[in-house]
């Protein structure tokens, strides 16, 4: 996760700076497509997995989630959507829905799209669940069953639907990568050895990357990117062990990265929102340069205020990580 909050933070930090684009700063930008958004996803089927073989209960384990994503959005977001709500064209219904974590699904395109896209999977975990390793069929077939009607369900949407699926489309294509992501749970938590196989499946998924992401097709695009990331993780996970020995000190900064991802995800993105719907006050500035200085404070208070934010929220709500 430490990887993946970093590449997100860098890429939004490079676009809203409007820098992408700058030779020096190019050199950053692979960095940040490393694990991204449809990593997160991968790795939270992947960790719920793990957390589900530790305490099955439902009721339990929508607890934990609650307490654990759903009421820390709240507490953080709750005085960045007020301020939004006063001095925006935002109505009370999209503030209330983007507070519940609902405004992805209803208006579309949201920053906060990836807490609406969680907790939605969250909540269907565990039927997901029971559906992929219960009964007598294989998981790999039922995960390949669910993948490929999750496409077809985009595929439908984006031609019968194609307004309501261009304003979701940040998301909705990349959630199977969430039903991916329990079946590599599986594989993880049983020990399971890297076969011949697998390697040969590698080599696939990696040619399909590769040819996906020549396609200029719109539709293509997004899921292009997931292959992309299930290229680039493993390789990622691989040189992150074999790098721990060496050095100590970089794995720690990601570990602590990694530790504060919720917080520094909300915090930075809705800092800069903030910022940006300030402008109207310091429009004598250019805005390519309030831009830059909105960016630089939005990643600034993030680093400088997550850890506060994540004691302080452990803190009122009394509880233990998960």
């Not at 991204?36 to 099955?56: A, H, I, P, V």
């Not at 993948?147 to 998301?171: P, R």
């Not at 040619?207 to 996906?212: D, E, G, K, Q, R």
């Not at 004598?284 to 830059?292: F, K, Q």
Request: proline share 3%; aromatic share 18%.
């Amino acid at each position: 996760m430490g990887i993946g909050i970093l590449g997100v933070m860098l890429a939004h930090y490079l676009s809203w700076a409007k820098i992408a684009s700058i030779i020096p700063t190019a050199f950053f930008r692979p960095f940040t497509g490393l694990v991204f958004t449809e990593g997160f996803l991968l790795l939270s089927g992947l960790g719920l997995y793990y957390s589900w073989q530790k305490d099955s209960n439902t009721k339990s384990f929508y607890k934990k989630r609650i307490y654990r994503l759903f009421i820390p959005y709240m507490l953080i977001s709750f005085a960045f959507i007020v301020y939004s709500t006063i001095i925006s064209s935002s109505t009370l219904l999209e503030s209330t829905l983007r507070l519940l974590t609902l405004k992805f699904w209803v208006f579309g395109n949201d920053s906060m799209w990836y807490i609406s896209v969680s907790l939605a999977l969250y909540l269907a975990f565990p039927f997901i669940y029971r559906f992929l390793f219960s009964g007598k069929m294989s998981p790999h077939v039922k995960c390949l069953v669910l993948v490929t009607l999750w496409i077809s369900l985009c595929y439908a949407i984006h031609n019968l639907f194609a307004d309501y699926y261009k304003s979701v489309e940040l998301g909705f294509p990349k959630i199977w990568m969430f039903f991916l992501g329990m079946l590599l749970g599986k594989y993880a938590y049983s020990n399971t050895k890297t076969s011949k196989a697998h390697i040969v499946l590698f080599g696939c998924i990696f040619v399909m990357a590769v040819l996906s992401n020549l396609s200029d097709n719109d539709f293509i695009k997004p899921f292009a990117d997931c292959l992309l990331r299930l290229v680039t993780i493993p390789i990622v996970c691989v040189l992150f062990n074999i790098t721990q020995k060496w050095n100590g000190f970089f794995h720690k900064i990601l570990s602590w990265f990694g530790k504060y991802s919720l917080e520094l995800y909300i915090i930075h993105l809705l800092t800069y929102e903030s910022i940006k719907f300030s402008y109207q006050f310091f429009n004598s500035i250019p805005y390519t340069s309030y831009s830059r200085i909105g960016a630089t404070i939005s990643i600034f208070v993030a680093i400088s205020s997550c850890s506060f934010v994540h004691d302080g929220i452990n803190r009122l709500l009394k509880r233990q990580l998960v």
